[in-house]
């Protein structure tokens, strides 16, 4: 995991720096995939992108080859601060929620120490609303000496919550006697830029699997309209498929980006947002009402199409 700060107005040049590596890294053996996480709204110009590999010596290549080096010189105008990164090992892969991740520079020989100290932490942040686990990675001989730790909340404001919390900075003093320093990285959700509920609103971002369910409730319409209409006036204009299929995708998301999106939105705030959702009651409500929307959904296209 790569976090970089990036200088004001240069987020366009950024992200085709960042395209330019994702291109590169394509090229590596077990190469798996790459995340790129922009900054939270309010929060410093940090970008996070997470690289996923499928061991190791895999990305250990990738981090000391040559064609990576270039790139980080042929990018160096662009970032506020030298990148830093964290390597996480045999963990579970997370793509929901909100993720914070913590790297800490532990103090030789304080090792057991600060293993008990983050159990104290774990068991405190379990008292707290939203907390939803946490993981523990440490130090991969010849990639990096920090010891990372990932947690996840079920929204930004829970997660803000803890990391703001009185209990946490009093065990952050009795931390201090086992690590020098700490830094830590926020982990944005897979949907986010759908799920914007007014400027300046700090509501939270919905877990993923009700953004999930929101998508679909927009996109299956969408679809099938655009193929019983625009989708046979391409047919008719003996347009390629795969042309066809590029435009078709365009228009859906313009259409779930500035109109179905933004009207799901409003409609199902008090289910999607984290800080209106807080029951069982309503949570199991909101996904009883986007099911049953689905099944009529699918009645009434069977019956046009049929």
């Known amino acids: ?124 942040q379990e008292k707290h609303p939203g907390f939803m686990g946490s993981e523990m990675f440490k130090p991969v001989e010849g990639v990096q000496d920090r010891w990372v730790v990932a947690f996840r909340f079920d929204s930004h404001e829970h997660l803000d919550g803890w990391l703001d919390s009185e209990a946490r900075e009093r065990l952050l003093e009795e931390g201090r006697d086992y690590f020098r320093s700490y830094d830590v990285r926020k982990i944005g959700s897979a949907f986010g830029g759908w799920f914007r509920f007014g400027e300046g609103a700090d509501e939270g971002i919905p877990p993923n699997w009700k953004q999930a369910m929101s998508v679909i409730l927009a996109l299956y319409p969408t679809v099938m309209i655009l193929n019983l209409t625009v989708g046979d006036w391409f047919t008719g204009m003996g347009m390629p498929g795969y042309v066809a299929l590029f435009f078709g995708n365009v228009l859906s998301v313009c259409i779930l980006t500035w109109l179905l999106m933004p009207l799901v939105n409003r409609v199902l705030a008090w289910w999607l947002l984290p800080s209106r959702a807080q029951s069982v009651r309503v949570h199991m409500a909101g996904a009883a009402i986007v099911a049953a929307c689905y099944l009529v959904l699918l009645v009434i296209f069977g019956l046009t199409t049929s």
Do not use: C
């Open 1 to 124: 995991m790569t976090s970089q700060k990036v200088r004001v107005g240069r987020d366009d040049d950024y992200k085709r720096w960042q395209e330019k590596t994702d291109q590169v890294v394509r090229g590596f053996e077990g190469f798996q995939g790459t995340e790129l996480y922009p900054p939270a709204s309010g929060e410093e110009n940090e970008w996070v992108v997470v690289f996923r590999f499928s061991g190791v010596e895999q990305l250990t290549a990738w981090l000391h080859s040559n064609e990576r080096q270039q790139l980080l010189d042929e990018g160096r105008s662009l970032f506020d601060g030298t990148p830093t990164q964290e390597v996480l090992t045999g963990g579970t892969p997370t793509h929901d929620v909100v993720t914070a991740v913590i790297s800490h520079d532990v103090l030789p020989g304080r090792e057991r120490d600060f293993m008990r100290w983050q159990d104290k932490i774990t068991k405190e």
